[in-house]
């Protein structure tokens, strides 16, 4: 046998640090479907638990919606299971070149290619496009994704401060003797909920002949006055050189991403991006749902405003009851704590007063950037919101936590 | 801090840090492993060197290690600046 005690004993000892630092996660397990309201069997055997869900990427709450899941049930009738290819050996129906366009339609640009995530997306696209003659220039807050696919890239890489546009800008000068320039930002950046401030970076782009790449995750489906995403909200729609989104968040949160923009990009992930080359296409059932999910939110903005209420009401409360938020507009609010171990026991107490939430802290946030991140969703009624803001209230008071900055929470903590 | 350990400071300072931040950097002071600058944006401290003192730090040398402190940093450049003269 191959794998000897010594590597047993190296991977147990691995674990066994991530332990010792308080990394380690844990899945919980969830007995119904997802929603506002979720079951929860957590430890592992532990009696399942009603909980209010606040820290799911379910933003328009149709990852459980009936229309939804009839037309997953259509689909499977009719174009089946699994496709057991890749898309361009024999992987390719219509309905996901139906779905391509109908995003590329809802997104504002030339084309979309799907890809099996928006994290294979984000690790394709920049390795399929870019070489060493040119640089990529990143806000530091990007998604891991990207991070990873930046990786895997021959460009030069460089980084600009956190929506610091006078420190993008220093870059851009700085590079303007490689062949291409492409910016690279989340539209909504995932941990702080803040949205990147396009219509100065598509100026910027603009001025110093550079390409903007833009992830959407977060804002696909409910940003911006129709739910188009970050683009249309900062009044630059149809002027991204490249959108990659998820179909895994708003827009039904089953799975499946693509990059949309300039058709000559796509096409050029069409033929080299290589999660895209030797992935399964995404299976029938999904593209089924996602159509009917781009015909949902198409045709009116129930959703999308009954979110935007939502997100006002819950980081009202909030701010009322005294708790330290990073500021923002979108559904994603952190509840700033700072310190890591204060963070995991406030998740903790929160479970056991029937509140799904959780802790964020080193690496996934900058160390002292320890935060519970809440995200609302369309699914919430306010009486459900209400019954969490009574849990936070509770376990904030008994961390004594209410009414407290950074420094008077850091100061508490010893830190 | 002598002249190189100063320009390693001054362009941490400037790269990393929020504008009006009072964190103080000293020779000494973690920069990776505290988070005051992450790997990923590590590269144009690297490239930022390589130009200033005309060296190639090959990226096997570029580790989070190497690049923890500015006393640190400035061992690898003198490393490289010694290969290149042949020292």
């Known amino acids: 046998m191959a794998y000897s005690d010594i590597a047993r004993n190296h991977f147990e000892a691995e674990l066994g640090g991530i332990k010792t630092a308080g990394l380690f996660k844990q899945e919980r397990y969830i007995h119904s479907p997802q929603f506002s309201e979720i079951e929860v069997e957590f430890p592992e055997g532990a009696a399942v638990r009603k909980c209010i869900n606040i820290c799911a990427n379910n933003y328009l709450g149709l990852s459980n919606h009936p229309d939804v899941i009839a037309a997953a049930h259509a689909g499977l009738d009719s174009r089946g299971y699994g496709m057991s290819s890749v898309r361009f050996i024999c992987g390719t129906q219509d309905i996901h070149r139906e779905l391509e366009n109908r995003l590329t339609d809802f997104l504002g640009t030339e084309d979309t290619l799907l890809f099996p995530s928006c994290m294979d997306a984000n690790a394709g696209f920049f390795e399929a496009c870019l070489t060493d003659q040119d640089v990529m220039i990143a806000d530091r807050l990007v998604h891991a994704s990207i991070v990873d696919g930046m990786r895997l890239c021959k460009a030069i890489q460089d980084t600009y401060k956190h929506s610091d546009m006078n420190h993008l800008e220093n870059k851009l000068q700085e590079h303007q003797d490689k062949r291409f320039r492409m910016i690279i930002t989340d539209g909504v950046f995932s941990m702080d909920g803040d949205l990147a401030k396009l219509a100065e970076i598509v100026s910027l782009a603009e001025k110093y002949n550079a390409m903007v790449f833009v992830d959407d995750s977060h804002a696909t489906g409910f940003i911006g006055r129709t739910g188009r995403g970050t683009h249309e909200h900062c009044g630059v729609f149809g002027r991204i050189d490249v959108i990659t989104t998820t179909l895994g968040k708003a827009l039904g949160g089953a799975s499946g991403g693509c990059v949309s923009g300039r058709k000559e990009l796509v096409e050029m992930c069409r033929q080299r991006a290589r999660p895209y080359l030797f992935s399964n296409a995404v299976a029938p059932v999904i593209v089924a749902g996602a159509l009917k999910v781009l015909e949902l939110i198409s045709n009116n903005t129930e959703r999308r405003d009954k979110l935007e209420s939502n997100a006002k009401y819950w980081r009202g409360l909030l701010k009322t009851s005294g708790f330290d938020l990073k500021e923002g507009e979108s559904p994603i609010v952190p509840v700033m704590l700072y310190d890591a171990k204060l963070a995991q026991d406030f998740a903790t107490d929160l479970f056991y007063e029937s509140v799904y939430a959780v802790g964020f802290f080193f690496p996934v946030v900058a160390k002292g950037q320890a935060r519970i991140r809440t995200q609302i969703s369309a699914a919430h009624e306010k009486r459900q919101l209400d019954f969490a803001m009574e849990a936070f209230k509770k376990v904030g008071e008994g961390h004594g936590v209410l009414g407290l900055g950074k420094k008077e929470l850091l100061a508490k903590v010893g830190a | ?87």
């Open chain 2, 1 to 87: 801090m002598d002249e190189l350990s100063q320009l390693i400071h001054d362009y941490v300072i400037k790269e990393y840090l929020e504008e009006g931040s009072d964190q103080e950097i000293g020779e000494s002071t973690p920069l990776i492993t505290s988070g005051i600058v992450d790997s990923f944006s590590m590269v144009s401290l690297k490239r930022f060197l390589e130009k200033k003192c005309s060296i190639r730090i090959p990226d096997e040398d570029a580790t989070p290690a190497a690049f923890d402190t500015i006393q640190n940093i400035a061992r690898l450049v003198r490393r490289f600046q010694a290969q290149q003269v042949g020292v």
